[in-house]
């Protein structure tokens, strides 16, 4: 674990290096933010419209048109989207939105069902509390997972623990650029469950006294801007001498006189994970 914690450090120094401290430091609190527990459940349910539209797209185009977003739903209260007619759902594909028939759809739907489940002044986020007291957080919330996509419409088992991850549920689901990492680190098998993954960003996390979110913001940071991308420039990685993948795929510039063989660099990084060699 302290090979793997030395391992972030370099990842947010080559963080800063590309993108500067300052705007280092905003992106990770951008992302702590974004996963914060919800307020109350005008908040919960922004979140969950924002997953929805977010489908396909990626967090960047929604949160551009965050504020139009907001207008067009009424600030997204549940009860007045619920409310929402064929009209308004038309003149929607004209405002400076993600103008999506289907999701604009959705989203009101699950406004009628959010505020059908809340008739009588219960809140929604008192449902998945109780909910929450048996679930397994351990495995990823599976039994939370289930009852939104019982409780609302175009949401699926990816959808729906993304929803949960935004409501504050770290191990609902991995983020996929920070997943993409540690796999290549061989930290992490490429099958193995979210809630693996996110076991080990929550151990580094708690070994140097951090928010996991803070963490695996910084991982996924790399992945998405740095040379972790789909597409991997590993010639330009920080981490090379450190990363099996990276190794595997530049021999020529990582000579056994000089670095680690491949089978070296495995070893090193499965113990840095705590798995067996």
């Given at each position: 674990?302290?090979?793997?914690?030395?391992?972030?450090?370099?990842?947010?120094?080559?963080?800063?290096?590309r993108?500067?401290?300052?705007?280092?430091?905003?992106?990770?609190?951008?992302?702590?933010?974004?996963?914060?527990?919800?307020?109350?459940?005008?908040?919960?349910?922004?979140?969950?419209?924002?997953?929805?539209?977010?489908?396909?797209?990626?967090?960047?185009?929604?949160?551009?048109?965050?504020?139009?977003?907001?207008?067009?739903?009424?600030g997204?209260?549940?009860?007045?989207v619920?409310?929402?007619?064929?009209?308004?759902?038309?003149?929607?594909?004209?405002?400076?939105?993600?103008?999506?028939?289907?999701?604009i759809?959705?989203?009101?739907?699950?406004?009628?069902?959010w505020?059908?489940?809340?008739?009588?002044?219960?809140?929604?986020?008192?449902?998945?509390?109780?909910?929450?007291?048996?679930?397994?957080?351990s495995?990823?919330?599976?039994?939370?997972?289930?009852?939104?996509?019982?409780?609302?419409?175009?949401?699926?088992a990816?959808?729906?623990?993304?929803?949960?991850?935004?409501?504050?549920?770290?191990?609902?689901?991995?983020?996929?650029?920070?997943?993409?990492?540690?796999?290549?680190?061989?930290c992490?098998?490429?099958?193995?469950?979210?809630?693996?993954?996110?076991?080990?960003?929550?151990?580094?996390?708690?070994?140097?006294?951090?928010?996991?979110?803070?963490?695996?913001?910084?991982?996924?940071?790399?992945?998405?801007?740095?040379?972790?991308?789909?597409?991997?420039?590993?010639e330009?990685?920080?981490?090379?001498?450190?990363?099996?993948?990276?190794?595997?795929?530049?021999?020529?510039?990582?000579?056994?006189?000089?670095a680690?063989?491949?089978?070296?660099?495995?070893?090193?990084?499965q113990?840095?994970?705590?798995?067996?060699?």
């Amino acid at each position: 674990m302290r090979a793997l914690t030395a391992i972030v450090r370099m990842v947010e120094r080559s963080n800063e290096s590309r993108s500067g401290s300052d705007e280092t430091a905003a992106r990770v609190r951008r992302y702590v933010a974004e996963h914060d527990a919800p307020r109350d459940d005008r908040d919960a349910f922004a979140r969950l419209c924002c997953v929805i539209f977010a489908a396909g797209l990626g967090f960047g185009p929604v949160a551009r048109c965050r504020e139009a977003l907001e207008a067009a739903f009424c600030g997204f209260e549940p009860s007045r989207v619920a409310e929402l007619d064929e009209a308004r759902a038309t003149a929607m594909l004209a405002m400076p939105i993600i103008r999506n028939r289907a999701k604009i759809d959705a989203c009101i739907d699950n406004g009628r069902r959010w505020h059908a489940l809340t008739t009588g002044g219960g809140s929604y986020l008192a449902r998945v509390a109780a909910a929450a007291a048996d679930d397994d957080p351990s495995e990823g919330w599976p039994r939370l997972s289930a009852m939104l996509r019982a409780d609302f419409s175009r949401l699926g088992a990816m959808t729906a623990r993304l929803t949960l991850k935004r409501w504050g549920f770290f191990m609902a689901g991995s983020h996929p650029g920070a997943r993409r990492l540690l796999t290549r680190l061989h930290c992490v098998d490429a099958a193995a469950p979210d809630a693996h993954v996110q076991r080990l960003i929550a151990s580094l996390a708690q070994k140097a006294g951090r928010d996991p979110y803070s963490v695996e913001a910084s991982l996924a940071d790399f992945a998405a801007d740095g040379p972790c991308r789909k597409e991997p420039h590993c010639e330009r990685c920080a981490l090379l001498e450190r990363c099996p993948t990276g190794l595997a795929q530049e021999p020529q510039k990582a000579p056994e006189t000089n670095a680690r063989r491949p089978s070296e660099s495995l070893q090193t990084a499965q113990s840095a994970c705590g798995l067996p060699r």
